[in-house]
T-cell receptor, first 113, second 116 residues
Framework: AQSVTQLDSQVPVFEEAPVELRCNYS??????LFWYVQYPNQGLQLLLK??????LVKGINGFEAEFNKSQTSFHLRKPSVHISDTAEYFC???????????FGQGTELSVKP | GAGVSQSPRYKVAKRGQDVALRCDPI?????LFWYQQALGQGPEFLTY????????KSGLPSDRFFAERPEGSVSTLKIQRTQQEDSAVYLC??????????????FGPGTRLTVT
């Protein structure tokens, strides 16, 4: 069975500081990995995805993530955050392209001025 | 272009009432997913359609939950005899899973169901 663990439920950070949101997964088969962002009262928006190829993937809004198969991790990073990045971030896995997503519990990123 | 839309956005139901939640996917998207997101939790998979066929309903929590997509477009999630534990945001997502496509699931804004 697949599962996703987001190690931090809340991450407070000051504006323009770097941030890393951690995600670990467990699966006995190959997986596809995703990060979604959810702003208040809105649906989820895809930030980036890893399907195959380069383990460093770049997404929207300056975010990037690195797939580490040996550590079963897919941590999300941004070198300099903005107030507008304040939102809930979800890591998700799927074992089939186009298949259902298994989500982590979410990490609330709070950017302070 | 139009994204995934859901209605109603908010629904308050008394315990024991039946509710119906609607999802309008992006036009042409063959795959449609329903997820349940409890307060402070990540979304959890409920069911999946490919066109009108319900290929996976393993996430439906009880036989009070029923979903349909009769013409392969609009989908309805029905909950019978609602219970307080059904209170959650119900998210719908659609995708066009084809080679060369991103396989991205596009999410609607959700329906927040509160059972009193």
């Amino acid at each position: 069975a697949q599962s996703v663990t987001q190690l931090d439920s809340q991450v407070p950070v000051f504006e323009e500081a770097p941030v890393e949101l951690r995600c670990n997964y467990s699966s006995s088969v190959s997986v596809y990995l995703f990060w979604y962002v959810q702003y208040p009262n809105q649906g989820l928006q895809l930030l980036l995805k890893y399907l195959s190829g380069s383990t460093l993937v770049k997404g929207i809004n300056g975010f990037e993530a690195e797939f580490n198969k040996s550590q079963t991790s897919f941590h999300l990073r941004k070198p300099s955050v903005h107030i507008s990045d304040t939102a809930e971030y979800f890591c998700a896995v799927s074992h089939a392209l186009g298949g259902k997503l298994i989500f982590g519990q979410g990490t609330e990123l709070s950017v302070k001025p | 272009g139009a994204g995934v839309s859901q209605s109603p956005r908010y629904k308050v139901a008394k315990r024991g009432q039946d509710v119906a939640l609607r999802c309008d996917p992006i036009s042409g998207h063959v795959s449609l997913f329903w997820y349940q997101q409890a307060l402070g939790q990540g979304p959890e998979f409920l069911t999946y359609f490919q066109n009108e066929a319900q290929l996976d309903k393993s996430g439906l929590p009880s036989d009070r939950f029923f979903a349909e997509r009769p013409e392969g477009s609009v989908s309805t999630l029905k909950i019978q005899r609602t219970q307080q534990e059904d209170s959650a945001v119900y998210l719908c997502a659609s995708s066009l899973p084809r080679r060369g496509n991103s396989y991205e699931q596009y999410f609607g804004p959700g329906t927040r169901l509160t059972v009193t």
